[in-house]
């Protein structure tokens, strides 16, 4: 059974930090493309960042410089340190994994809630 469970998520003020893990089960972690994604109140799910299998990343430019994602393999847990946090980073945010065969598993989520 896959599971991939996300913690970390909770009230910040704006430009507090926070630091999210997804620790996962039931697959080859280290061989898994990892992801974040979010979705704000009335809006769309997003990508927020990106880790490779191979440990290349990339960002949504809107959190690009201040959010980080890193991986753990022999943990096989990902993680999305997030700094400075704005207003607007408010969402519920969803760790996912894809095989080298594109398939896909999602978290359940967890929210993360920035008060002005």
């Known amino acids: 059974q896959v599971q991939l469970v996300e913690s970390g998520g909770g009230l910040v003020q704006a430009g507090g930090s926070l630091r999210l893990s997804c620790t996962v089960s039931g697959i080859i972690f280290n061989i898994n493309d990892m992801s974040w994604y979010r979705q704000g109140p009335g809006k769309q799910r997003e990508l927020v960042a990106a880790?490779?299998?191979?440990?290349?990343?990339n960002y949504a430019d809107s959190v690009k410089g201040r959010f980080t994602i890193s991986r753990n393999n022999a943990e096989n847990t990902v993680y999305l340190q997030m700094n400075s946090l704005k207003p607007e980073d408010t969402a519920v945010y969803y760790c996912?994994?894809?095989?080298?065969?594109?398939?896909?598993?999602w978290g359940e989520g967890t929210l993360v809630t920035v008060s002005s």
């Open positions: 880790i490779s299998r191979r440990a290349n990343t």
């Open positions: 996912r994994s894809e095989s080298v065969s594109g398939i896909v598993y």
